[in-house]
């Protein structure tokens, strides 16, 4: 259980829409190249309508800062059986990356734990949907405007403290510095555009979900698991 999960849903109808092409993505799609089942019209990169405003609300700001910069989109809509597709995967991953052959133990523990800070349980409980299959949820960087993503100090989905939003606040080295600021005009345009960041990833934001009714102190989320369309733009 998250600290949003007891938040209710009351879901206002909102469809999903294709991103714009004044959205940049980063592709080829990280978790449809390792063969993630989306399905044959599962499309990664569409959020709520009013998700997708927010976001180029929130370019615009960062524009208006530097018109040299743009967001870059790494990952929107995630259906629940990706979620669950990329929850075995970076476990996986995490138990090569450490050594770990045996599927059970304290060393096995830790690592689900540990995968567990990042990655929501692939929950098929109504109540308690991922944030990112209902549409709300949207994993992004900065980029130059020719596409070029910017170095954040860690990578998107990296496990461990490099990936927690103010990791690099007060360090003196030249290069932690300026991720730091990085990440922090990141959340300012975000956040501006009323967003809510996760408290451990500095590439997440949501918007209407659950997890930005916690952090924002609202009384309910208004979007729940989303059902995809066929979109393909």
């Known amino acids: ?98 050594g770990v052959e045996v599927c059970s133990g304290d060393a096995f523990d830790q690592v689900v734990a540990d995968v567990g800070r990042f990655w929501a349980a692939p929950s098929r409980d109504p109540a308690t949907p991922p944030p990112h299959s209902t549409g709300a949820a949207v994993d992004l960087t900065l980029s130059g405007s020719d596409g070029m993503p910017l170095a954040m100090g860690g990578e998107i989905d990296a496990i461990g403290a490099v990936s927690e939003p103010q990791h690099y606040a007060g360090r003196e080295e030249a290069d932690a510095r300026c991720w730091h600021q990085r990440r922090q005009l990141l959340a300012d345009v975000m956040e501006a555009a009323g967003f809510a960041q996760h408290p451990n990833e500095w590439w997440h934001y949501s918007f209407g979900d659950q997890l930005w009714a916690w952090r924002k102190s609202a009384a309910v989320a208004i979007y729940a698991e989303a059902v995809s369309s066929s979109l393909t733009s």
Do not use: K
Not at 20 to 37: I, S
Not at 61 to 66: A, V
């Open 1 to 98: 259980m998250r600290p949003w999960s007891p938040i209710p849903i009351e879901e206002c109808g909102e469809p999903l829409q294709a991103l714009p092409p004044a959205l940049l993505r980063m592709e080829p799609h990280p978790y449809m190249a390792l063969g993630a089942p989306y399905g044959a019209s599962g499309n990664p990169f569409q959020l709520r309508l009013g998700v997708v405003q927010r976001l180029l609300d929130a370019q615009q700001r960062l524009i208006e800062h530097d018109p040299s910069l743009r967001l870059s989109i790494f990952d929107a809509w995630r259906p629940i059986a990706v979620q669950a597709f990329m929850v075995d995967h970076s476990i996986a991953e995490l138990l090569r990356a450490r």
